[in-house]
């Protein structure tokens, strides 16, 4: 499925970028131009990229925020 449609990058595109270790937000706008135009699809890109960090990471954040 295409989650941004002006860039044309696709939900297994974000994954696979998103699986690697340190990926953050920036790193899906540098490397696939992700929400580097109209920004509508950010909140789906994020909620993706969220998904495929490992649980420990996510916790370990949590703790800093
Ligand atoms: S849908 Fe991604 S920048 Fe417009």
């Given at each position: 499925m295409i989650i941004c449609v002006c860039k044309r990058v696709s939900d297994k595109a974000i994954r696979e970028r998103a699986s690697?270790?340190?990926?953050a937000l920036r790193d899906l706008r540098r490397e696939l131009c992700v929400g580097t135009q109209c920004g509508k699809c950010l909140p789906d890109a994020l909620q993706i990229l969220r998904e495929q960090q490992p649980k420990k990471l996510r916790s370990a954040v949590s703790r800093v925020a």
């Open positions: 690697q270790p340190a990926c």
